[in-house]
């Protein structure tokens, strides 16, 4: 291990004089020394500004991955920087022990925005989620009144909502879910977009109905127009939760702050992540009314990170810009471009295209490339990128992406379509 004496203990930022590693060093001692959980492209980011990083070789890419939307705002946001400053010169951690100065304008600014009364705060999505679960099942046995430890959630098959082991109970992703039972049972998995399956589902032990307004890690999956509307009356009619994880469609993504306000659904909880903590540090949220999160009493949920100083300060900042700042209408109006614009490539290497706002998910042509291959023919072409499932890859540019910017993107996934062979239409 002399290789690597030492290089833990430099500063961070380096000395700008010493020496500096190589990608393929980089990338041969994260091999070594880190759990080979990802599979990561090689590029070995040092720097982030806006919509673009640069590598450790000093080569520039378009990142149009946004930390799957965590960096909605874009690297290094002067707003959501000069707050963290502000923060970090006053105090970060607290616990929930005591209040903190942030915690009150944080929680306000969020259940406001959301249209709920109440927050509940995490730090992962994954927590967030596992809240949601927690309380639906807490309401169903106090409030709904179904048997002890009876609750049922119905879910969304091909969903992604995270990855503890409760969680990956009800995926359908073998890699999510193979060898890691016994699993947390109570979930029933139904088709995505399919209402009437939910509605065979739901009987007087659910809690709960927990789904993404569009499936993000599914591929970009937005559903029929009348799907959320029709969950919504067979809830109501049951007597059941709607739960919507907005983590990764929720805070401008969709050129809205809810994907539910597409369809103009107003779920019973909202579940934010990702952008909440102005790709800064995790910050997530349960956001519903007092009588779904009231269920949870002092001692029964919490976490030693939710709700700290910085995450507030962060989470209210997110909150402000989202009200304040062109970061909705750029979604929506570069968004519009997005889509115009994937459908020159549907039939020349892709085989469809999905978007909403500034996110799509395009299917390329399986016999040009996997998806894996396309992303790595963009990096070359610096634009970063990532597959989801087989030939499909996702775009979720940060908001702060420029309309140029976007053509040039689109250019180079032409480019690459046609370096595959791919026929021009
Ligand atoms: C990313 C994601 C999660 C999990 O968030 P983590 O912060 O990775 O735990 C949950 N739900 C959805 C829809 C997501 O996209």
Redesign the pocket.
């Known amino acids: 291990m002399s290789d690597t004496r030492g290089l833990g203990d430099q500063p961070v930022g380096g000395d700008p004089a010493g020496p500096v590693m190589s990608t393929t060093e980089h990338i041969r001692l994260a091999e070594t020394h880190s759990a080979h959980n990802y599979n990561p492209l090689p590029v070995v980011i040092a720097e982030g500004e806006g919509a673009w990083v640069t590598d450790v070789e000093g080569r520039r890419y378009l990142d149009c991955l946004a930390g799957?939307?965590?960096v909605n705002f874009g690297h290094r946001n002067p707003e959501l920087v000069a707050a963290a400053h502000h923060q970090l010169d006053r105090v970060t951690l607290t616990s929930r022990a005591f209040y903190n100065d942030q915690f009150a304008p944080f929680v306000t600014a969020l259940a406001q925005l959301a249209g709920k009364e109440q927050v509940l705060p995490m730090?992962?999505?994954?927590?967030?989620?596992e809240t949601a679960v927690k309380v639906a099942r807490r309401w169903a046995y106090d409030v709904k009144g179904v048997p002890a430890n009876a609750a049922t959630i119905v879910v969304a098959g091909g969903?992604?909502?995270?990855?503890?082991t409760t969680?990956v109970s009800f995926s359908e992703d073998p890699d999510a879910y193979g060898g890691y039972g016994p699993y947390t049972p109570g979930f029933r998995i139904v088709p995505y977009g399919d209402a009437a399956a939910a509605a065979a589902a739901v009987d007087s032990t659910t809690a709960a109905v927990l789904v993404?307004p569009v499936?993000?890690?599914a591929g970009v999956i937005v559903p029929p127009n009348d799907y959320l509307p029709r969950l919504r009356e067979i809830c109501d009619r049951t007597r059941t939760l709607l739960i919507a994880?907005?983590?990764?469609?929720g805070l401008g993504r969709t050129g809205t702050v809810r994907a539910c306000e597409h369809s103009g659904v107003v779920p019973d909880a909202y579940?934010f992540?990702?952008a909440l903590g102005g790709g800064i540090l995790?910050v997530?949220a349960m956001v519903a009314d007092a009588e779904v999160l009231g269920v949870i009493k002092p001692g029964q949920h919490g976490s030693t990170f939710g709700g700290n100083p910085l995450a507030g300060a962060m989470g209210r900042t997110v909150v402000r810009m989202l009200r304040e700042g062109p970061y909705l209408d750029n979604a929506r109006r570069l968004g519009e471009v997005l889509r115009t614009r994937l459908k020159e490539f549907v039939g020349s290497g892709v085989v469809a295209a999905r978007s909403i706002g500034l996110w799509a998910g395009i299917d390329v042509e399986p016999s040009l490339a996997t998806g894996r291959q396309m992303c790595e023919l963009l990096a070359e072409r610096g634009v970063l990128v990532k597959d989801t499932h087989g030939s499909t890859i996702r775009l979720s540019p940060p908001l702060v992406i420029t309309e140029d910017e976007l053509n040039w993107a689109l250019d180079q996934l032409g480019a690459v379509l046609r370096g595959l062979g791919a026929a021009r239409s």
Do not use: C, W
């Open positions: 799957y939307s965590a730090n992962s999505g994954a927590e967030a989620v969903n992604f909502h995270g990855r503890t969680i993404e499936q993000g890690e994880d907005e983590v990764q469609s579940l992540g990702k995790p997530s």
